[in-house]
């Protein structure tokens, strides 16, 4: 009764929750309502992460003519309020339903055994593992080998730097790339490593006056390339590597092509990116289509999943350090060199 | 027995009513000044609190804020403002899970010891910064808040994987605790969810809250210290003592506030364990005027701002953003603390009068009588 009702205020159109449920049918026509995405705290507006997810979503939202929800959570929330907004997005008949995210796992896992019919997908987290559930993960720490090399190379002082969001696992396995690739160019090359904050509450990835201290203190230290893996924070470490004219390393979108770094971005080396927005595309595609993506689905460099972008002409004309991260891209992808993610 | 007061209830009821009210106009002004609707958000969540899974939701959620906001009010109660209770919470929570996972005795002692774990974590937490209050004169407002940054660095190197931790995706938790520490709730039904068994906890704490405050020795000497230190201490009470057994009670009670989830549902500490329950409770104890009824009303109203204003961001055929429960909730804050100071010189100014009236008309009294003796 009150599954009906709720569902009734959520779709507001009637549908009761037995017959929500969207998804392809069997002659592969999409019925769903469109896609439904849930970020984490500090989501959308991250200029990064998020933001990515966010622009697969609008690219499949258009090209697909389907419609799309995109929520945010509430604080002090857990993952009983997880569970509640991906079914609220279930009922109301979204198909494929994406939490950004590894915090999204265990809800992800629950919901889906409820909505068997229903696609689910979740960034960052492999754990999951379901027949309605695409697992969308990415060797992060392939991309960021490939900035250790860049960095490496164009480093004047033999000495660079990584700048962490939040000290948590999954931004270990970019410190991990981007020291072992530094390390394959100059093995005596000193690296300075520092993470912003202990949890993503505290704003780590979404505080740029923390990644603007934390890089100009790294600048002072004698760093002259810094890698940021740090979401919003990132801006502020652009920006001071922009004022010391040192480079910078973007993550996860062409941070060169963005139009709130414009002003910086001839300090920008490149970036180390992670095609989040692909997936949800992909993902999208895959259920419109009616063969829904399942399993683990890891973007890596060879998939194109994960890459480093050259779009600034200045990286572009010191021809050796292209070189030299064209080599590592081939190693990688030829299984020459496996990159740690510790 | 005391009588009845009227004019004492009316003045109690009148602050958080006047608060309410206001914050809800305020809001109303937000709305109407972003061009929306000003009503229709209030008839959209209070639709939702009907729905019984949106009810077990507020309900879980309000037991825990509860607890946070039961430890903020001891310390008021003793004039101490205890901003660590984030800290001392999450701290708790992260011992207790790890106690969890790493014993497995028959659930009888398994929950009473992890009860004590985090009681004792959330008291030795909370005890740092009385006993630097009453050897050193530090201020519990900047020892309990650096505390806070300190638990979360600890909770950081805890659960590193070579420590405590137990990396599950790209996630770090502590691990599953045994099944025996699982704190059975009431379920109903899958479509509705789970009434965390530790809500009840939040009630005993309440009436014992209430107990100790009103019916025993310590209680007075706890309230008399918060009214006046140097007349409690003439009065024979050893305030260095009252201060930092405040301190411990808060910090106890703080620990127990993440345990409903812990035990009830997360079963692990990990990085999508809720943060902030304390800040909540500075806000929910204000509300609530330190009293175990009013904090009750208080959590629960949160509670219900919290999980019914979700459905906004849904709703059809105008979606609302969810965050006017976040701007509701801060004008609540500030509505409170304006009226209950408005209300207290309100009632101050007409116990003046009345005081004054009284003793005019005994004035009068004794000159009417002067002049029938004459």
């Known amino acids: 009764m009150t599954v009906a009702v709720l569902a009734l205020a959520a779709a507001g159109c009637g549908k009761s929750s037995s017959d929500s449920s969207g998804g392809s049918s069997e002659s592969g026509k999409y019925s769903g309502k469109g896609i439904g995405l849930a970020y984490d705290i500090g989501g959308k507006g991250d200029q990064s992460f998020n933001d990515a997810a966010f622009a697969g979503f609008q690219k499949a ?12 959570p509430s604080d002090n929330e857990s993952t009983a309020d997880k569970v509640e907004r991906l079914e609220q997005l279930a009922k109301a008949g979204y198909n494929p339903i994406i939490g950004v995210g590894f915090v999204y796992a265990p809800a992800v896992k629950e919901v ?78 000193k690296v300075e490593s520092q993470y ?15 990644g603007e201290n934390a890089a100009t203190g790294q600048i002072d230290a004698g760093a002259d390339v810094i890698y940021h893996a740090a979401g919003l924070s990132g801006q ?74 050259d ?22 992808v030829e299984g020459k060199v496996t990159v740690r993610t510790q | 027995m005391k009588k009845f007061d009227r004019e004492r209830v009316l003045l109690a009821v009148a602050g958080p009513v006047i608060a309410l009210v206001s914050a809800i106009l305020l809001t109303s002004v937000v709305l109407i000044a972003s061009g929306k609707n000003p009503f229709e958000p209030y008839r959209l969540m209070l639709q939702q609190a009907a729905y019984s899974d949106v009810q077990v939701l507020i309900i879980n959620q309000a037991s825990m804020y509860y607890l946070a906001a039961l430890a903020v009010a001891i310390g008021f109660r003793m004039n101490l403002f205890n901003i660590g209770v984030d800290g001392q919470y999450r701290l708790a929570a992260m011992m207790t899970a790890v106690a969890g996972a790493n014993l497995a005795l028959p659930g009888f002692l398994q929950i009473p010891v992890l009860l004590i774990v985090a009681i004792g974590t959330g008291a030795v937490w909370a005890g740092i910064a009385g006993v630097l209050k009453v050897t050193r004169g530090v201020s519990e407002v900047v020892a309990t808040i650096m505390l806070n940054a300190i638990a979360t660095s600890l ?47 939040a009630v005993l704490m309440g009436v014992a809250y209430w107990i100790v405050l ?59 364990f809720p943060t902030g329950l304390g800040f909540t409770g500075i806000t929910i104890a204000l509300l609530g005027r330190n009293s175990p009824v009013g904090i009750a009303f208080a959590a629960l109203l949160i509670a219900f701002l919290d999980k019914a204003s979700p459905a906004l961001d849904y709703a059809t055929p105008v979606a609302y953003e969810k965050e006017i429960a976040t701007i509701m909730q801060g004008l609540i804050v500030f509505a409170v603390v304006v009226s209950y100071e408005a209300v207290r010189q309100w009632g101050l100014r007409r116990q003046q009068k009345r005081v004054g009236a009284e003793l005019a008309a005994e004035l009068a009294h004794h000159a009417s009588q002067k002049e029938v003796a004459a």
């Open chain 1, 61 to 72: 939202e258009k090209e697909f003519k389907i419609g799309g929800r995109d929520v945010e």
């Open chain 1, 112 to 189: 889906a055994a409820k909505y068997p019919k229903v696609t689910f997908g979740i960034i960052d987290d492999s754990t999951v593992r379901a027949k309605n559930v695409a697992d969308l993960v990415f060797h992060e720490e392939q991309a960021s080998y490939l900035a250790g090399v860049a960095a490496a190379k164009a480093t004047k002082k033999n000495h660079i730097g990584f700048i962490g969001g939040v000290d948590i696992p999954l931004i270990h396995k970019f410190e991990a790339g981007y020291v072992q690739g530094a390390k394959s160019v100059n093995p005596k090359i």
């Open chain 1, 196 to 210: 912003l904050t202990q949890t993503a509450q505290e704003g780590g990835f979404s505080s740029p006056d923390k």
């Open chain 1, 236 to 309: 502020g470490v652009i920006k001071a590597a922009a004022a010391h004219r040192v480079w910078a390393i973007g993550v996860d979108s062409d941070q060169y092509k963005q139009s709130a770094l414009a002003a910086y971005k001839q300090y920008i080396l490149g970036s180390a990116l992670k095609n989040v927005g692909g997936a949800v595309y992909e993902l999208t595609k895959s259920v419109v289509e009616g063969k829904p993506l399942s399993g683990e689905v890891r973007g890596d460099l060879k998939s194109g999943g994960v890459g480093f972008a």
């Open chain 1, 311 to 332: 779009s600034n002409p200045r990286y572009q004309a010191m021809k050796d350090v292209v070189a030299a991260v064209d080599k590592a891209r081939q190693d990688i």
């Open chain 2, 155 to 201: 909770i950081g190197y805890l659960t590193l994987s070579d420590v405590w931790g137990v990396q599950v995706g790209n996630n770090m938790t502590t691990g599953i605790m045994h099944k025996s520490g699982w704190f059975p709730g009431i379920d109903l039904g899958p479509d509705v969810g789970e009434i965390y068994g530790l809500v009840f906890l």
């Open chain 2, 214 to 272: 009103n019916r025993t020795r310590f209680g007075f000497d706890l309230r008399a210290t918060g009214a006046s230190e140097t007349a409690a201490a003439a009065s024979g009470v050893d305030a260095k003592r009252m201060i930092l057994t405040a301190m411990l009670i808060s910090g106890g009670v703080a620990g127990l506030s993440g345990l409903p989830l812990l035990l009830g549902d997360a079963h692990t500490y990990s990085l999508s």
